[in-house]
């Protein structure tokens, strides 16, 4: 009965014949549903998702995970897999985030965001440097935070991207810049010093914003040294 409403006209009733079916337990709708999550109806979209993420099958991140290299479907299977918290293909998304479409790239780094541990910063931070495309970028940029945000040692993040500094084009510096402010310590503050000596207004501007927005009182002595001392 639930089978017969999968050629449904409508995207409404499909989404809930497929959504009951996978609490039935048939993983045949797991794929159609990962269409529907291109569907330009973001609400329908977004529900597919949902249903997704909902399905108390095992066979579900299985069958995700042989989708997210498919250049249509991709982008969909890891949104899927990041509302499931599906740790086990963190390592193949991020080879996705390197090579796929920008679709598939924003997707990836929305779901390293959530799925990616600090132990994960070094490999991402390679990655990162080599973005030419602001979108990507910024999906990046969120994701490194976020995962600076989660970690149980935040200071110990900066490790991981602190040294790419030197070597970055000025996008990716003022990314590590505005990430020191996440994970302060001392060797962030000595990139932010370093930062404030810059020659690029932009930069500098980044560095003063991320001072004013440290996660502790770190950043409290240099503030109050360039209250005193500053132009």
């Given at each position: 009965?639930?089978?017969?409403?999968?050629s449904?006209?409508?995207?409404?009733?499909?989404?809930?014949?497929?959504?009951?079916a996978?609490r039935?337990?048939?993983?045949?709708?797991?794929?159609?549903?990962?269409?529907?999550?291109?569907?330009?109806?973001?609400?329908?979209?977004?529900?597919?998702?949902?249903?997704?993420?909902?399905?108390?099958?095992?066979?579900?991140?299985?069958?995700?995970?042989?989708?997210?290299?498919?250049?249509?479907?991709?982008?969909g299977?890891?949104?899927?897999l990041?509302?499931?918290?599906?740790?086990?293909?963190?390592?193949?998304?991020?080879?996705?985030?390197?090579?796929?479409?920008?679709?598939?790239?924003?997707?990836?780094?929305?779901?390293?965001?959530?799925?990616a541990?600090?132990?994960d910063?070094?490999?991402?931070?390679?990655?990162?440097?080599?973005?030419?495309?602001?979108?990507?970028?910024?999906?990046?940029?969120?994701?490194?935070?976020?995962?600076?945000?989660?970690?149980?040692?935040?200071?110990k993040?900066?490790?991981?991207?602190?040294p790419?500094?030197?070597?970055?084009?000025?996008?990716?510096?003022?990314?590590?810049?505005?990430i020191?402010?996440?994970?302060g310590?001392?060797?962030?503050?000595?990139?932010?010093?370093?930062?404030?000596?810059?020659?690029?207004?932009?930069?500098?501007?980044?560095?003063?914003?991320?001072l004013?927005?440290?996660?502790?009182?770190?950043?409290?002595?240099?503030?109050?040294?360039?209250a005193?001392?500053?132009s």
């Amino acid at each position: 009965g639930v089978s017969a409403l999968y050629s449904s006209s409508s995207a409404e009733v499909k989404l809930a014949a497929y959504k009951t079916a996978g609490r039935i337990g048939d993983t045949g709708c797991i794929k159609p549903l990962v269409e529907l999550t291109n569907n330009a109806d973001q609400g329908i979209s977004q529900k597919a998702v949902d249903a997704l993420g909902i399905i108390d099958n095992a066979a579900v991140d299985t069958t995700l995970a042989s989708l997210i290299s498919d250049p249509k479907l991709g982008a969909g299977a890891i949104n899927a897999l990041k509302r499931r918290g599906c740790t086990s293909v963190t390592a193949e998304i991020i080879k996705l985030v390197e090579s796929g479409s920008t679709e598939t790239k924003v997707a990836g780094w929305s779901a390293m965001g959530n799925l990616a541990t600090d132990r994960d910063l070094g490999s991402l931070m390679k990655l990162i440097v080599k973005i030419k495309d602001d979108k990507v970028l910024a999906a990046a940029t969120n994701a490194i935070k976020n995962i600076c945000t989660n970690s149980a040692d935040r200071r110990k993040c900066f490790d991981s991207i602190g040294p790419q500094y030197a070597n970055a084009d000025k996008k990716v510096k003022m990314l590590i810049i505005t990430i020191s402010s996440a994970t302060g310590g001392s060797a962030a503050i000595a990139t932010v010093k370093e930062a404030l000596k810059s020659s690029d207004a932009d930069i500098k501007t980044t560095a003063m914003r991320a001072l004013m927005n440290w996660q502790d009182s770190g950043a409290a002595g240099t503030l109050l040294d360039m209250a005193k001392t500053g132009s």
